[in-house]
């Protein structure tokens, strides 16, 4: 049974996020029109929206109990799918206008493969074992500190700092 939980968030006049209780109180997310029309259905997690470029919206729970479940699907403002190919993405802003998407893929021996990719879900780098993005004083980030892409995760690996301006992607609408 889904109950309307109304609109969550009015994003501007050009939609609203909505939310619905499904199976007792777990709430599920969407994304709908002012006038009611459904862009995406009250399904997902958790949904993110990055003015007026994309939607992330967020399916599964956590990966140690059903891997094959977990998905983070890159939406357009009309509710199609531009990409469902990562588990896990996440957008960091680096700084004023600008801003980095990275994702996490997990292969088929349970090691994961982190990247940046750019809003369509293109991989603009090689994969790492783990990505961490330095800021300075200012909160601003120029550059990531990563664990090259071996098999069997060690965090102990030596890690390298590599410039992340390469993969800005600016902020403009």
Not at 10 to 21: F, I, K, N, P, V
Not at 82 to 105: C, H, P, W
Request: glycine letters at 6%.
């Amino acid at each position: 049974e889904m109950q309307s939980g109304g609109v969550y968030n009015a994003y501007s006049e050009t939609c609203y996020m909505t939310r619905y209780y499904w199976r007792f109180s777990k709430c599920y997310y969407g994304l709908e029109k002012p006038d009611g029309t459904v862009i995406i259905e009250p399904i997902y997690g958790n949904i993110e929206m990055i003015p007026y470029r994309f939607i992330l919206a967020y399916d599964g729970y956590s990966r140690i109990t059903v891997d094959d479940l977990i998905c983070t699907y890159i939406f357009d403002f009309e509710g199609n799918v531009i990409s469902d190919e990562y588990n896990y993405i996440r957008y960091d802003f680096t700084q004023s206008g600008k801003f980095v998407m990275i994702a996490m893929l997990t292969d088929e021996t349970g090691d994961d493969h982190w990247y940046f990719i750019d809003e369509k879900g293109n991989k603009l780098s090689e994969g790492y074992n783990r990505i961490d993005l330095i800021y300075d004083e200012n909160g601003c980030s120029k550059e990531a500190k990563v664990l090259p892409d071996t098999k069997n995760y060690n965090p102990d690996a030596k890690p390298e700092i590599i410039s992340i301006t390469e993969y800005f992607i600016q902020n403009t609408y």
